[in-house]
């Protein structure tokens, strides 16, 4: 009989540790890369199960359950995880825990984080076949000692165990059951569980070496036949990993540390995020890019009340365009040779600051000083990846009070570079925006149409040719019949998907295989291409498969999709000729994980740089009538759900495109 559901709400306040938090935001404001950003998150409990269950949510309704931190950010986009880091921190500063609370949370990230470890590592060892599962399951596993440790003793969640909490917030997360299962009995004895699933076996005895239980070397043996020197080996390694990372992100695992500071830092950097929301929300979305940098002027003395001024870039020259207080007299400054601190801060891109009495300041710096009377000034420059923008200057009473308006000033910049480079839906258009998307929606599935037709149309053009050919092999042009078929079938389901215009993402076609023969599926693509496509455009082509095994964990369609994508984009971008190289490689290792690799090459002129700036992202198309901009986010969307890598290189000499694939063994 299953258990009885205990009542969680998914957004339960679990407290996180303040340096987390801050270091999280910190690397969302500094536009640090994804998985930088994951790696921080993916050590704390509370920021990890507040993101799945977002994603999770019907707010963001697709096919599949995201299982891992990277997939909830792709799902999320970084806006909107700092908005929920934010949300988590107020809520959490509204608290006030005291001493041995701080201490009793520090003692439980070590513990979660240390589980989270070894169960990625016994996961390794036992060849459990997803480590990054078992790396969640083990952070996420105690997350009822923090429901318990964030209720008062009276509230009825009171009367459960810890285990139980944990697994109801598991369910309300989207975990699966087996999930669910494996933190449900982990307090359960060895011998109950040798026969039980392998993700349950590895959180238990990996808790228990969290612990240093002193029966945890045993049930190593008894569970998994590991020897008691491999396993102390594997905790001595975690041990120092988890040292090292606390050092990094300033926590003091002693017992003696105070957490004051980072919680002081943390609401200095919630608040400043804060008052530039609250300031800056009125910035209308659709002004051109001198109102914006004029609008901006005027926002940024709104949040500090100090003197400011504006110079903006044009033509390599500053001009100063506005002042607050008096009148801004005509100054163009060349960028050739900058010397002054306003010139300097748009080469080095630096938050600079500049008294009167330095011996570097010069005559424009002086002149500044003056118009905003002040004997002290800090630039804030804001630059695009075109040149263009511009330096505000704010003016000071004395260097020492820099340090108070540095992080305002920091994101008061970015906040501007965001109005400058992403374009933003106007207010009250909630109905543009589902209009936009269900257009994406069309133009994605139109695409996606014209790929199995491309096959049927080359495919039939060669069974013309073979039936002209009174020595053709009948069963060959059977096979070839039933390709048609197949790819006839495969547009049928995506017009249905048109038709009823709900896409959240690429589905498959019903029946597909899950695990497919990268060599045999894209030898057959390349004999097609070569007889229809290539040849009516002058290119030469390779075939380079790799001698290992190459099953992949993906479905023939969406590979077919894959190649067909882009080896078409290769083939437009080498109007005169060329050569394409289709290679497999087997078996190669990333991280923790076995990969198949694909690779299509081109000998064209390389991507244009309009292209490489928005790689993967939706775009108006290059190409004319006909092309509507988005093979290769379609590409990278189904590499994605295939749980797959892409990457590219491209230059003078050509774009080459390299896949990784989940790879498959036979017994799978």
């Given at each position: 009989?299953?258990?009885?559901?205990?009542?969680?709400?998914?957004?339960?306040?679990?407290?996180?540790?303040?340096?987390?938090?801050?270091?999280?935001?910190?690397?969302?404001?500094?536009?640090?890369?994804?998985?930088?950003?994951?790696?921080?998150?993916?050590?704390?409990?509370?920021?990890?199960?507040?993101?799945?269950?977002?994603?999770?949510?019907?707010?963001?309704?697709?096919?599949?359950?995201?299982?891992?931190?990277?997939?909830?950010?792709?799902?999320?986009?970084?806006?909107?995880?700092?908005?929920?880091?934010?949300?988590?921190?107020?809520?959490?500063?509204?608290?006030?825990?005291?001493?041995?609370?701080?201490?009793?949370?520090?003692?439980?990230?070590?513990?979660?984080?240390?589980?989270?470890?070894?169960?990625?590592?016994?996961?390794?060892?036992?060849?459990?076949?997803?480590?990054?599962?078992?790396?969640?399951?083990?952070?996420?596993?105690?997350?009822?000692?923090?429901?318990?440790?964030?209720?008062?003793?009276?509230?009825?969640?009171?009367?459960?165990?810890?285990?139980?909490?944990?697994?109801?917030?598991?369910?309300?997360?989207?975990?699966?059951?087996?999930?669910?299962?494996?933190?449900?009995?982990?307090?359960?004895?060895?011998?109950?569980?040798?026969?039980?699933?392998?993700?349950?076996?590895?959180?238990?005895?990996?808790?228990?070496?969290?612990?240093?239980?002193?029966?945890?070397?045993?049930?190593?043996?008894?569970?998994?036949?590991?020897?008691?020197?491999?396993?102390?080996?594997?905790?001595?390694?975690?041990?120092?990993?988890?040292?090292?990372?606390?050092?990094?992100?300033?926590?003091?695992?002693?017992?003696?540390?105070?957490?004051?500071?980072?919680?002081?830092?943390?609401?200095r950097e919630v608040v400043s995020t804060a008052m530039i929301e609250r300031v800056m929300q009125d910035m209308p979305n659709d002004l051109p890019f001198d109102d914006v940098m004029l609008d901006g002027l005027r926002h940024l003395t709104m949040l500090t009340g100090?003197?400011?001024?504006?110079?903006?870039?044009?033509?390599?020259?500053?001009?100063?365009?506005?002042?607050?207080?008096?009148?801004?007299?005509?100054?163009?400054?060349?960028?050739?040779?900058?010397?002054?601190?306003?010139?300097?801060?748009?080469?080095?891109?630096?938050?600079?600051?500049?008294?009167?009495?330095?011996?570097?300041?010069?005559?424009?710096?002086?002149?500044?000083?003056?118009?905003?009377?002040?004997?002290?000034?800090?630039?804030?420059?804001?630059?695009?990846?075109?040149?263009?923008?511009?330096?505000?200057?704010?003016?000071?009473?004395?260097?020492?009070?820099?340090?108070?308006?540095?992080?305002?000033?920091?994101?008061?910049?970015?906040?501007?570079?965001?109005?400058?480079?992403?374009?933003?839906?106007?207010?009250?258009?909630?109905?543009?925006?589902?209009?936009?998307?269900?257009?994406?929606?069309?133009?994605?599935?139109?695409?996606?149409?014209?790929?199995?037709?491309?096959?049927?149309?080359?495919?039939?053009?060669?069974?013309?040719?073979?039936?002209?050919?009174?020595?053709?092999?009948?069963?060959?042009?059977?096979?070839?019949?039933?390709?048609?078929?197949?790819?006839?079938?495969?547009?049928?389901?995506?017009?249905?998907?048109?038709?009823?215009?709900?896409?959240?993402?690429?589905?498959?076609?019903?029946?597909?295989?899950?695990?497919?023969?990268?060599?045999?599926?894209?030898?057959?693509?390349?004999?097609?291409?070569?007889?229809?496509?290539?040849?009516?455009?002058?290119?030469?082509?390779?075939?380079?498969?790799?001698?290992?095994?190459?099953?992949?964990?993906?479905?023939?369609?969406?590979?077919?999709?894959?190649?067909?994508?882009?080896?078409?984009?290769?083939?437009?971008?080498?109007?005169?000729?060329?050569?394409?190289?289709?290679?497999?490689?087997?078996?190669?290792?990333?991280?923790?994980?076995?990969?198949?690799?694909?690779?299509?090459?081109?000998?064209?002129?390389?991507?244009?740089?309009?292209?490489?700036?928005?790689?993967?992202?939706?775009?108006?198309?290059?190409?004319?009538?006909?092309?509507?901009?988005?093979?290769?986010?379609?590409?990278?969307?189904?590499?994605?759900?295939?749980?797959?890598?892409?990457?590219?290189?491209?230059?003078?000499?050509?774009?080459?495109?390299?896949?990784?694939?989940?790879?498959?063994?036979?017994?799978?």
């Amino acid at each position: 009989m299953p258990p009885a559901p205990i009542n969680i709400p998914p957004d339960t306040d679990l407290p996180s540790l303040p340096q987390i938090a801050l270091r999280a935001l910190e690397a969302c404001h500094s536009d640090a890369s994804f998985r930088d950003i994951a790696r921080i998150i993916d050590t704390d409990t509370a920021l990890c199960g507040r993101m799945l269950a977002l994603a999770n949510s019907a707010l963001y309704r697709q096919a599949n359950p995201v299982k891992t931190i990277e997939q909830a950010m792709l799902r999320l986009g970084i806006r909107q995880i700092e908005s929920l880091i934010i949300t988590a921190s107020l809520r959490q500063l509204l608290v006030r825990l005291e001493p041995e609370h701080w201490q009793q949370l520090r003692d439980f990230w070590r513990h979660s984080l240390t589980t989270a470890l070894i169960a990625r590592a016994l996961a390794r060892l036992t060849r459990y076949p997803s480590t990054e599962e078992a790396y969640m399951v083990g952070l996420l596993h105690n997350a009822g000692e923090l429901v318990l440790m964030s209720s008062p003793a009276d509230h009825p969640v009171a009367e459960y165990p810890a285990s139980e909490l944990g697994a109801a917030l598991c369910h309300h997360w989207g975990f699966d059951r087996h999930v669910e299962d494996a933190v449900r009995y982990q307090q359960e004895s060895p011998d109950s569980i040798r026969d039980a699933g392998h993700l349950v076996k590895l959180v238990h005895l990996s808790t228990r070496l969290a612990l240093a239980d002193s029966g945890g070397l045993d049930a190593a043996h008894l569970l998994f036949g590991l020897t008691s020197a491999l396993t102390r080996e594997i905790c001595t390694g975690i041990e120092q990993d988890v040292q090292s990372l606390a050092d990094s992100l300033n926590i003091d695992l002693s017992g003696s540390g105070d957490d004051r500071p980072a919680r002081d830092r943390l609401f200095r950097e919630v608040v400043s995020t804060a008052m530039i929301e609250r300031v800056m929300q009125d910035m209308p979305n659709d002004l051109p890019f001198d109102d914006v940098m004029l609008d901006g002027l005027r926002h940024l003395t709104m949040l500090t009340g100090r003197p400011a001024s504006l110079l903006t870039i044009a033509d390599r020259e500053l001009t100063l365009r506005e002042a607050t207080v008096g009148g801004a007299p005509a100054m163009t400054i060349p960028l050739d040779a900058p010397q002054s601190l306003v010139t300097r801060a748009v080469e080095t891109g630096d938050m600079l600051v500049g008294d009167a009495d330095s011996d570097k300041a010069t005559v424009l710096d002086r002149q500044l000083m003056s118009l905003l009377g002040t004997p002290t000034l800090m630039t804030r420059p804001v630059v695009t990846a075109e040149g263009t923008g511009g330096v505000y200057v704010i003016g000071l009473q004395a260097r020492a009070s820099a340090e108070r308006y540095r992080e305002l000033l920091t994101l008061f910049g970015r906040h501007v570079h965001r109005r400058l480079t992403e374009p933003a839906p106007a207010p009250d258009s909630q109905h543009l925006l589902d209009q936009a998307s269900r257009q994406l929606a069309v133009r994605r599935q139109v695409h996606e149409i014209s790929n199995p037709l491309t096959i049927v149309r080359q495919y039939v053009s060669q069974l013309q040719r073979r039936l002209a050919n009174p020595d053709s092999d009948t069963e060959t042009m059977d096979n070839d019949l039933t390709i048609v078929r197949e790819e006839l079938d495969r547009a049928a389901h995506l017009l249905e998907q048109l038709r009823e215009v709900e896409i959240t993402s690429l589905d498959e076609t019903p029946g597909d295989d899950p695990i497919t023969d990268l060599n045999d599926e894209l030898e057959t693509m390349e004999a097609l291409f070569r007889e229809s496509l290539f040849r009516s455009a002058d290119i030469e082509s390779a075939m380079e498969r790799t001698s290992a095994s190459g099953l992949v964990r993906a479905r023939r369609g969406a590979l077919r999709q894959v190649v067909t994508n882009l080896v078409r984009n290769a083939v437009e971008a080498m109007p005169e000729g060329g050569r394409i190289t289709l290679q497999t490689d087997a078996p190669v290792w990333q991280g923790t994980k076995q990969w198949v690799e694909l690779t299509i090459s081109d000998s064209g002129r390389g991507l244009p740089d309009s292209i490489r700036q928005t790689l993967f992202q939706p775009v108006a198309s290059t190409k004319g009538a006909g092309h509507s901009g988005l093979g290769l986010s379609i590409v990278k969307q189904i590499v994605d759900d295939m749980e797959g890598i892409i990457s590219c290189k491209t230059g003078a000499g050509g774009t080459s495109f390299r896949i990784l694939l989940p790879a498959a063994g036979k017994d799978q």
